[in-house]
């Protein structure tokens, strides 16, 4: 797109400005207007005039708005460092979108940011500005200050549906549902993100089976049937995840009504709902109806396909798992971290060494994925399951950090399987140190010794694990409804 700025006499700040409004989506365009904005002093201290004063303000704005479309936050803060340097005075539409900006740095950032922010919000008297104390309890959501969050949100003498779905996030983030469900039933007005926030506080907080019971209340209520409010996708995914990580019974009769509601409504399937419905099906064991979701889908991401290949690596389908990645590849998607940590794992479950070790020193070399620690505990999975104790221990030396339960715990699974006692006890008592009230370990020692027939030690990790009162996890099995 080509758009003649030059030659424009005069180049006055309002003709800019219009410019700047109408090209706000073209980075190359805003980045000519902003240098002609520069090279003709329009962003300088300007006279005492006040409409000159509060052009450079929109000016300013406009820019720092454009730049955050364009996600480059920093050039969008030098912006409003400049703006202040240039005693161009901010107003309250300078203040909510940088906010929220700031929101979605890492938290270290966000308060790094945030924090002064606010502190000009309150001392230029915009405190009391609606989308600003909206963004600052976004903000303050982010941190984990949830005090802060609800002492803005409290300043709100009118507090709108937007307000209010920001501080029901809030709340669902920092783990308070109690005062969430309370906030919800006291508003005037709400909407599908109303609904969704609590879902999503529920499973969040892994209440799976509270977060499915709200959905089901949801779809019952009359804003619901009249069509006032409806389930959109973010609601179907923060459901769809609490199935999927529902303990019991009826985790996948919800899925699949869910799923048929969808059908029905011819709701359309976005890939991150269908990538959803995939790592329900694949948890609970239904591969069929998860690959006929994979292959019904128009429309795949890399997450659709690391659900679909950590599906079949987990049930038993590790060769399918393995060439559907290699399909991912062809396809000219690059895998991520969730993909390599599918595709070891099922080399480890076909007891595939070689080919794992392969794709380990790929991630790093051929796709610039730098490896953590849970790959590295696939890979000390991968050695153990065939046996190669003295092989995934040295490996574990060799990590560039030190190993947590992620890495011993299948090393000391591989030592109780292959008998291997010394090394079991060494590996037992770290992980011990990691988690001292973990009942798994303690039972995984003594059956390491019960194994090689040394019972005197077997009762001692018995007794040990009664002094320290901890008492063993019953297991159970369980038969969902198909």
Same mark, same amino acid.
Request: charged share 20%.
């Given at each position: ?21 109408? *090209? ?14 520069? #090279? +003709?002093?329009?962003?300088? /201290? ?28 920093q050039k969008a803060l030098l912006i409003y460092t400049h703006m202040l340097a240039h005693q161009a005075?901010?107003?309250? =539409? ?9 929101? @979605? !740095? ?32 976004? =903000? ?24 209010? &779905? ?7 983030? +920092? ?24 879902? &999503?506080?529920?499973?969040?907080? %892994? ?27 973010? @609601? ?33 399937? #976005? ?14 064991? !239904?591969?069929? +109806? ?12 890399? !997450?659709?396909? &690391? ?25 000219? *998607? ?33 796709? %610039? ?19 190669? =104790? ?9 990590? /560039?950090?030190?190993?947590?339960? @992620? ?31 973990? !009942? ?6 003594? &059956? ?13 990790? %018995? ?20």
């Amino acid at each position: 797109m080509t758009v003649k700025l030059q030659h424009s006499y005069p180049q006055s700040p309002e003709f800019l400005l219009r410019k700047l409004q109408g *090209l706000i989506k073209h980075p190359r365009q805003v980045k000519q207007v902003h240098s002609l904005l520069i #090279t +003709n002093g329009h962003l300088l /201290p300007s006279s005492n005039a006040s409409n000159l004063k509060w052009m450079a303000t929109l000016l300013y704005n406009c820019l720092i708005r454009a730049y955050l479309n364009f996600e480059e936050p920093q050039k969008a803060l030098l912006i409003y460092t400049h703006m202040l340097a240039h005693q161009a005075p901010p107003n309250d =539409l300078t203040f909510p979108s940088i906010i929220k900006k700031a929101a @979605t !740095c890492s938290p270290s950032i966000a308060f790094m940011i945030g924090t002064p922010l606010h502190t000009h919000v309150i001392k230029l008297g915009l405190s009391r500005d609606l989308f600003t104390q909206t963004s600052l309890v976004v =903000l303050y959501a982010r941190l984990g200050n949830l005090s802060d969050a609800c002492r803005v949100f409290e300043e709100i003498a009118q507090p709108c549906v937007v307000s209010s &779905n920001a501080m029901l996030d809030a709340l669902g983030k +920092n783990g308070d549902m109690k005062s969430a469900l309370l906030l919800f039933d006291s508003m005037a007005e709400r909407d599908v993100v109303s609904w969704t926030s609590i879902i &999503n506080g529920f499973g969040r907080n %892994r209440r799976f089976g509270e977060a499915i019971q709200f959905f089901v209340k949801m779809m019952g209520h009359e804003d619901v049937r009249s069509c006032l409010v409806k389930p959109n996708e973010a @609601t179907f995914v923060s459901v769809l995840f609490s199935c999927s990580n529902l303990d019991g019974v009826g985790a996948l009769h919800y899925g699949k009504n869910i799923h048929g509601y969808i059908i029905r409504n011819e709701v359309e399937l #976005t890939v991150f709902m269908g990538t959803a419905l995939i790592a329900l099906y694949g948890k609970t064991g !239904c591969l069929e +109806n998860a690959m006929k979701t994979f292959d019904g889908m128009v429309v795949k991401g890399v !997450c659709t396909w &690391n659900a679909m290949i950590s599906s079949l690596a987990c049930n038993g389908r590790e060769k399918q798992a393995l060439d559907l990645f290699e399909k991912m590849k062809m396809q000219g *998607l690059g895998p991520d971290e969730v993909t390599f940590i599918a595709v070891i794992t099922a080399c480890a479950r076909s007891k595939s060494v070689e080919l794992g070790l392969g794709f380990f020193q790929s991630m790093r070399c051929d796709f %610039r994925v730098v490896p953590r620690m849970e790959h590295y505990g696939c890979v000390v999975d991968l050695l153990g399951r065939a046996g190669l =104790l003295e092989e995934a221990a040295e490996f574990i030396k060799r990590m /560039p950090f030190d190993p947590n339960a @992620t890495v011993l715990g299948p090393l000391l699974g591989a030592c109780k399987v292959h008998g291997a006692i010394e090394l079991g006890n060494e590996v037992g008592r770290r992980l011990l140190e990691l988690q001292p009230h973990h !009942c798994g370990r303690y039972v995984t020692l003594s &059956n390491i010794y019960a194994g090689g027939e040394v019972w005197s030690h077997a009762a001692d990790w %018995r007794k040990a694990m009664i002094e320290a009162g901890i008492s063993k996890i019953p297991a159970y099995s369980m038969i969902d409804a198909m």
